[in-house]
């Protein structure tokens, strides 16, 4: 049920009025606002609140195992694909990945949603999903099953800033929008290498992208072997890179 407020003008103290049988005559104009006020509140109490769609949630694609699927309230389906993409080929940390995003378009009885790939790898394919409820999960027409493996969460967990244990002390932060903000020490950057108390370490931004509790970073504006955007998992141990755990502080 909406949460609704509702504000009562106060009162007036009744004035004498003349009596006749007109009811409109002997009713003050502040009674008449507070009646109209309260009519009008009841009425608004007992709208029904508007359902979540039931294809809102975070999903398992059995095609790329381990690669996030999401769709929100609005039917916006967000993906992570390895890179290169395959049929069958799944995510882990560390591997190159691309995210992607396409419009999904959710029929008025919550019965079926569009879902046009062509969107988003030129495949050509756009078809109808429907939503298995014995199964659990979002059926496509080729019998693939998505498995709703949970609810989705307009807030991602990842933000916020993370202990690297590669690089202890060095500054680790990832923002709502994705972009990865960090520092490396002083000197050749080696695994282990540290950042110190007074020392002049060198500031970086990167882009990233947030898809669920999966991140992907783009690395290669810092490194010298460029191998692209690359995967990262978060979980309760915080977030699993390439080269190690990014514990969250």
């Known amino acids: 049920m909406a949460v609704v407020r509702?504000?009562?003008?106060p009162l007036s103290k009744p004035t004498a009025v003349a009596s006749d049988h007109n009811s409109e005559a002997r009713t003050p104009p502040s009674l008449k606002r507070a009646l109209l006020?309260?009519?009008?509140?009841?009425?608004t109490l007992q709208q029904p609140?508007?359902?979540a769609t039931v294809f809102s949630g975070v999903y398992s694609d059995p095609n790329h195992p381990k690669c996030e699927r999401t769709i929100d309230e609005d039917g916006v389906i967000r993906?992570?694909?390895p890179v290169p993409f395959a049929r069958g080929s799944g995510c882990a940390p560390g591997i190159s990945a691309s995210p992607w995003k396409i419009q999904g378009k959710i029929s008025k009885n919550d019965s079926k949603i569009f879902i046009n790939f062509d969107e988003k790898d030129g495949s050509g394919e756009a078809f109808d999903g429907v939503f298995d409820k014995k199964?659990?999960?979002?059926?496509?027409p080729d019998g693939t099953l998505w498995e709703k493996m949970g609810p989705y969460a307009?807030?991602?967990?990842?933000?916020?800033?993370?202990?690297?244990?590669?690089?202890?002390g060095c500054?680790?932060?990832?923002?709502?929008?994705?972009?990865?903000?960090?520092?490396?020490?002083?000197?050749?950057?080696?695994?282990?290498?540290?950042?110190?108390?007074?020392?002049?370490?060198?500031p970086w931004?990167?882009?990233?992208?947030?898809v669920g509790n999966q991140l992907i970073i783009n690395f290669d504006p810092i490194d010298e072997v460029k191998q692209g955007p690359i995967l990262a998992f978060y979980n309760e141990e915080g977030l699993r890179t390439a080269n190690g755990l990014w514990s969250k502080k």
């Open 6 to 9: 509702c504000s009562f003008l």
């Open 37 to 43: 006020t309260a009519a009008l509140c009841v009425s």
């Open 49 to 51: 609140s508007l359902a």
């Open 79 to 81: 993906g992570v694909d």
């Open 135 to 140: 199964q659990n999960g979002l059926l496509l």
């Open 154 to 168: 307009v807030a991602s967990p990842i933000p916020g800033d993370y202990d690297d244990s590669s690089h202890p």
């Open 171 to 202: 500054i680790r932060r990832v923002l709502p929008n994705g972009e990865v903000q960090g520092e490396d020490p002083p000197g050749l950057l080696t695994p282990g290498s540290k950042c110190n108390p007074g020392d002049e370490t060198t």
């Open 205 to 210: 931004k990167l882009e990233g992208s947030i």
